[in-house]
Structures are given as C-alpha cells and as structure tokens.
T-cell receptor
C-alpha cells in the first residue's frame, strides 16, 4: 500500500512555543489530507480536511488559529500547533487520500506524540 | 448521518480462544466502504480490511475473518485462536461515497489476549 510519513514521531516542547508536524505521502499524490487527534484510550477525532492549494476545512470546535494547516503541495501537509499548552498534548495522526483511488482509501501516517510541558 | 458504533469497550480473552469484535454502522449512502484497523501500543494504525457496500461476501484471511451483514448494518470481525500479539485496539470505520474520503471511526475495542 501507499506510504505516509510523519515527522517528528515524538516531540516535547515548552508551553507557549509552536510546534510543526509534517505529513508526507511518499509514493503517491495526495489531493486530500486529513488531520486527526487522539486522546489516550479514545478514538480518532477528525480535526480538519485539507485540499492541496486551498484552505483547510476545520471541524466544529477546532480552533483554526490554534491549529494551522498548510497543504502546499500534493505530497506535503503541515500542522502547526501555535502557542502550545499542556492541554494540546495528544497523539496527532495524519492521513492522505489518493487522487487515483476509487475506494475512498486513506493511508495513515504513524502519528506524532506531542507533549507540552 | 454517518455513525459507527463499537459497543465493546474492552475485551479480555485467554490465548487460543476465538473472539468477535462487533461493529454496527449507520449511513444514508447507498455506496459506502467499511474498514477495520488495528492500533498496537506503538500507535500506528494498521490496515486490516476494506469492504464496499456491494460486496457482502464474508472474507477470511488467516486467523481473521469478517462478517458483513447489510440487513443488520453490521461488519463484525473475528479472530480465531487468538494470540498475545493480537492485543491492541481495533477500530471500525465507515466512509460514504457522498462524503469523499472522510472517515468516521468507532470508539474502538481494546483487546487483551492473556497468555
């Protein structure tokens, strides 16, 4: 299957700093990328959907100024957590949908564990 | 509305027992896709199966089998002769044709296989 990478896999930062997480589709072009957040022992919560070259669509309750999403190319989307606070600590997972897929497939990255001190 | 329900929050079985994980879904789409993912402690989602709404054939892959019943809107997952390595959280997900690639995940079932 298609490969999606995330970087970094783990990050620890101080409160008030900003953290950028990269999501890359390695062997296919992703017209759509999704960002999820997962709290411990909870399900994946969709944060936003980003389409290449356009603004991301955020789910209700997700602060767009807090979680900046950029999808500048067909292989890269970034999520920036601005002025991070301890409550932003979570597991963030991205996924990418292939433009050539007819099966509504999403390929998931390995996740990024963010800890804000 | 799209919704996936996994009523079993946690299941514990003894090694070599069979276990079935339940998944019930709701959708208004006539074309849709159902998925199962495994999430081990490392956190990475491991794709297990995709099934489209027009294919009600049950599937078997090694110790894994899936039972898709449109009449009851269920897509259950059975692990035969469970092993310790099967311990993980399992998610069922739904993607509707009219909602593009957007996935709707169930709340997950945490499976513990006791040696």
């Amino acid at each position: 299957g298609a490969v999606v990478s995330q970087h970094p896999s783990r990050v620890i930062c101080k409160s008030g700093t900003s953290v950028k997480i990269e999501c890359r589709s390695l062997d296919f072009q992703a017209t759509t990328m999704f960002w999820y957040r997962q709290f411990p022992k909870k399900s994946l919560m969709l944060m936003a959907t980003s389409n290449e070259g356009s603004k991301a669509t955020y789910e209700q309750g997700v602060e767009k100024d807090k979680f900046l999403i950029n999808h500048a190319s067909l292989t890269l989307s970034t999520l920036t957590v601005t002025s991070a606070h301890p409550e932003d600590s979570s597991f963030y997972i991205c996924s990418a949908g292939s433009s050539g897929s007819s099966y509504n497939e999403q390929f998931f990255g390995p996740g990024t564990r963010l800890t804000v001190l | 509305a799209q919704k996936v329900t996994q009523a079993q929050t946690e299941i514990s079985v003894v090694e070599k027992e069979d276990v079935t994980l339940d998944c019930v879904y709701e959708t208004r789409d006539t074309t849709y896709y159902l998925f199962w993912y495994k999430q081990p402690p490392s956190g990475e989602l491991v794709f297990l199966i995709r099934r489209n709404s027009f294919d009600e054939q049950n599937e078997i892959s090694g110790r894994y089998s899936w039972n898709f019943q449109k009449s009851t809107s269920s897509f259950n997952f059975t692990i035969t002769a469970s092993q310790v390595v099967d311990s993980a959280v399992y998610f069922c997900a739904l993607s509707g044709w009219n909602t593009g690639n957007q996935f709707y995940f169930g709340t997950g079932t945490s499976l513990t296989v006791i040696p």
